[in-house]
């Protein structure tokens, strides 16, 4: 869009900000058992208020309740208005119309705040009344340039009583170019997501037989041929008498913690969580950065005794890990 | 589930919740999808999806919001009420992933006789899936 155009855009979807969707609306279905227990059965929610009759009776509720988290559930438009099927479009559905006829066709719903002020039960009715509240400056964000538009919904029921309120902001955004032709070659293979290993180790000239050594269930200390120095991590030359001429170890992988850390955020794909970094002193006089796994973080403490274990972490990768000994 | 229900004592601040790990499939994605009544095209039409620029359709929020809600009543036992929820959405769930879900007691309410379990759902594929806060009140005694 040109800048005149943008502006035009802008002004046109600002126009939407503090309008009713329309008129307040009674949800297609009342508050019903069926719907409960499809929503039940896909989230996989076991709770006995919402599914068993004879242990909700029992219950402080006195009988079946719907999962809270089902309360904007009951005012969606469902089939006809997502498909543009139906005749009349509502105010929202008009600003989207809008956003996609500018090429903000990606829509993703990106955050909710809801609050519960009463259970609902089956026989129910819940009446919404939406309110477009904010729509952002222009933002660019992973998936695309474009626009979060926040609804307030204020839920009442059949007594005119304040059932609930949701805030729900929607990101309308313009699909990147490069992002959806790379997923589009894609569709005909079916290429299955892969889940990442951990960061590859890098090998060089100087380090690389280290990591061979690992991949073949060895962790190896290097020494200096000419007065026996051990050191760690590999580098070509000995710190104490500067000889290039170096051979290895194989470490018996006994130590104890020298010091350590936990990685808590953010998590990484890949890699476990609690994640913990430790320093470990080797019995034969090196450290070594290792993970320590088989405990609980807590568990871990400076000098802490550990066995270390050669073994394969993921498709990719083998590493030493540390358990308590 | 379990049918007995945690009392507000009981709970310590800082408490970790146990993880629960849930198979992201194109079943979960479109079955949430339809029992929210979300006919968004992305959420059950791969082309859909893929013409907004990802690999396969993705859940909807509805379906993680529900997923949240879930994590924290089985935790909590059926005579909890949940008083809010907050949402936030990062990288899609699309099919093929696994999302774990954790979450750790950040606040008690004595008044109020609530507490406020901070959770987060990681997919092992791109991270942070959601992040949020869920309010639920307990029975001061069982």
């Given at each position: 869009?040109?800048?005149?155009?943008?502006?035009?855009?802008?002004?046109?979807?600002r126009?939407?900000?503090?309008?009713?969707?329309?008129?307040p609306?009674?949800?297609?279905?009342?508050?019903?058992?069926?719907?409960?227990?499809?929503?039940?059965?896909?989230?996989?929610?076991?709770?006995?208020?919402y599914?068993?009759?004879?242990?909700?009776?029992?219950?402080s509720?006195?009988?079946?309740?719907?999962?809270?988290?089902?309360?904007?559930?009951?005012?969606m438009?469902g089939?006809?208005?997502?498909q543009?099927?139906?005749?009349?479009?509502?105010?929202?559905?008009?600003?989207?119309?809008i956003?996609?006829?500018?090429?903000?066709?990606?829509?993703?719903?990106?955050?909710?705040?809801?609050?519960?002020?009463?259970?609902?039960?089956?026989?129910?009715?819940v009446?919404?009344?939406?309110?477009?509240?904010?729509i952002?400056?222009?933002?660019?964000t992973?998936?695309?340039?474009?626009?979060?538009?926040?609804?307030?919904?204020?839920?009442?029921?059949?007594?005119?009583?304040?059932?609930g309120?949701?805030?729900?902001?929607?990101?309308?955004?313009?699909?990147?170019a490069?992002?959806?032709?790379?997923?589009?070659a894609?569709?005909?293979?079916?290429?299955?997501?892969?889940?990442?290993?951990?960061?590859?180790?890098?090998?060089?000239?100087?380090?690389?037989?280290?990591?061979?050594a690992i991949?073949?269930?060895?962790?190896?200390?290097?020494?200096?041929?000419?007065?026996?120095?051990?050191?760690?991590?590999?580098?070509?030359?000995?710190?104490e008498?500067?000889?290039?001429?170096?051979?290895?170890?194989?470490?018996?992988?006994?130590g104890?913690?020298?010091?350590?850390?936990?990685?808590?955020?953010?998590?990484?794909?890949?890699?476990?969580?609690?994640?913990?970094?430790?320093?470990?002193?080797?019995?034969?006089?090196?450290?070594?950065?290792?993970?320590?796994?088989?405990?609980?973080?807590?568990?871990?403490?400076?000098?802490?005794?550990?066995?270390?274990?050669?073994e394969?972490?993921?498709?990719?990768?083998?590493?030493?890990?540390f358990?308590?000994? | 589930?379990?049918?007995?229900?945690?009392?507000?004592g009981?709970v310590t601040?800082?408490?970790?919740?146990?993880?629960?790990?849930?198979?992201?499939t194109?079943?979960?994605?479109?079955?949430?999808?339809?029992?929210?009544?979300?006919?968004?095209?992305?959420?059950?039409?791969?082309?859909?999806?893929?013409?907004?620029?990802?690999?396969?359709?993705?859940?909807?929020?509805?379906?993680?919001?529900?997923?949240m809600?879930?994590?924290?009543?089985?935790?909590?036992?059926?005579?909890?009420?949940?008083?809010?929820?907050?949402?936030?959405?990062?990288?899609?769930?699309?099919?093929?992933?696994?999302?774990t879900?954790?979450?750790?007691?950040?606040a008690?309410?004595d008044?109020?006789?609530t507490?406020?379990?901070?959770?987060?759902?990681?997919?092992?594929?791109?991270?942070?899936?959601?992040?949020?806060?869920?309010?639920v009140?307990?029975?001061?005694?069982?």
């Amino acid at each position: 869009m040109t800048p005149a155009e943008t502006s035009a855009f802008e002004a046109k979807i600002r126009a939407y900000v503090g309008r009713e969707m329309g008129p307040p609306k009674r949800g297609n279905d009342d508050v019903n058992l069926a719907m409960i227990r499809h929503w039940a059965e896909v989230t996989g929610d076991e709770n006995p208020l919402y599914t068993d009759a004879e242990f909700a009776a029992a219950s402080s509720r006195k009988g079946i309740i719907a999962p809270p988290t089902m309360l904007g559930i009951w005012a969606m438009e469902g089939y006809p208005m997502a498909q543009g099927h139906t005749g009349k479009v509502d105010v929202q559905r008009e600003l989207h119309n809008i956003f996609e006829a500018h090429g903000f066709t990606g829509v993703l719903g990106t955050n909710t705040i809801t609050e519960f002020h009463r259970e609902l039960r089956p026989g129910d009715q819940v009446i919404s009344h939406t309110v477009i509240d904010n729509i952002s400056a222009p933002k660019k964000t992973a998936r695309g340039h474009g626009y979060f538009i926040e609804t307030v919904t204020r839920f009442t029921d059949q007594h005119g009583q304040d059932v609930g309120r949701q805030v729900f902001r929607t990101l309308r955004f313009m699909p990147s170019a490069e992002s959806v032709a790379a997923n589009q070659a894609q569709s005909g293979g079916d290429a299955k997501l892969k889940a990442p290993t951990r960061i590859q180790s890098p090998r060089g000239h100087d380090n690389a037989w280290w990591w061979e050594a690992i991949d073949q269930g060895k962790l190896l200390i290097q020494r200096c041929k000419r007065c026996g120095t051990l050191r760690h991590p590999p580098r070509p030359m000995c710190g104490e008498c500067q000889s290039l001429e170096w051979d290895s170890i194989e470490s018996s992988l006994e130590g104890e913690v020298y010091s350590y850390t936990e990685v808590s955020y953010p998590k990484f794909p890949g890699y476990p969580d609690p994640l913990l970094c430790g320093l470990i002193q080797l019995k034969e006089g090196t450290r070594l950065v290792a993970n320590i796994v088989g405990c609980v973080p807590e568990a871990v403490h400076v000098g802490m005794k550990v066995r270390g274990k050669v073994e394969r972490v993921d498709d990719a990768t083998v590493l030493p890990n540390f358990y308590p000994a | 589930m379990n049918r007995t229900t945690r009392t507000f004592g009981s709970v310590t601040l800082g408490e970790k919740l146990p993880p629960l790990k849930i198979d992201v499939t194109a079943g979960l994605i479109v079955g949430g999808a339809l029992a929210s009544r979300d006919f968004t095209p992305v959420h059950h039409d791969k082309a859909a999806a893929q013409a907004t620029g990802l690999p396969d359709i993705f859940m909807n929020i509805l379906t993680s919001n529900g997923l949240m809600g879930r994590y924290v009543t089985d935790w909590t036992g059926p005579e909890a009420a949940l008083k809010s929820i907050e949402v936030k959405l990062g990288a899609p769930n699309v099919p093929g992933m696994v999302m774990t879900i954790t979450g750790e007691v950040t606040a008690k309410d004595d008044a109020a006789g609530t507490v406020i379990v901070s959770v987060s759902g990681d997919n092992n594929v791109w991270g942070t899936h959601m992040a949020g806060k869920v309010c639920v009140a307990l029975p001061k005694e069982s």
